[in-house]
């Protein structure tokens, strides 16, 4: 509750029952969004140079890692780039993902413990791997409802 309510205080944009745990880094708090219902997790570090937008009812678990900015390695001054990160509704980015500048993560994704997602990753698929790719479509039991 303190912890969302200092991150309102420093300009973030948070939806009804957002739970940041303690240990979660918001390095720019201004750039963070989060719908109703989501979570950052454990250890979570948000490097927000440009907006994070983490959609309703999505979770970015434990050690996580949301990158908003890299460098340009091809130009010797080696400046700072950065673009924003889209996380639709009803994700789940497991344990330990890093999630890089400029990706867009469609409604309904997993994306498997330890992935590296560099590109974008289509609604309703479980992506894993380095870089992360789809590898199947999620399918949701009849008792689940999506209408939230």
């Not at 400029?102 to 894993?128: E, L, Y």
Request: charged share 15%; proline share 6%.
């Amino acid at each position: 509750m303190w912890r969302c309510f200092l991150l309102r205080l420093f300009g973030a944009q948070l939806g009804r029952s957002v739970h940041v745990y303690p240990s979660a880094k918001i390095w720019a708090p201004w750039n963070l969004v989060m719908g109703d219902y989501s979570c950052l997790s454990e250890q979570v570090d948000c490097y927000t140079v440009e907006k994070i937008s983490i959609g309703k009812n999505s979770t970015v678990s434990q050690y996580s890692f949301l990158c908003t900015a890299s460098h340009d390695y091809n130009d010797e001054s080696m400046p700072l780039v950065a673009a924003p990160i889209t996380i639709g509704c009803n994700v789940w980015i497991t344990a330990d993902v890093f999630v890089g500048p400029g990706v867009t993560i469609g409604d309904g994704v997993v994306i498997t413990a330890r992935s590296t997602v560099t590109n974008d990753i289509p609604p309703w698929k479980i992506a894993r791997g380095t870089p992360a790719v789809p590898v199947k479509s999620r399918k949701l039991s009849s008792h689940s409802s999506t209408a939230n």
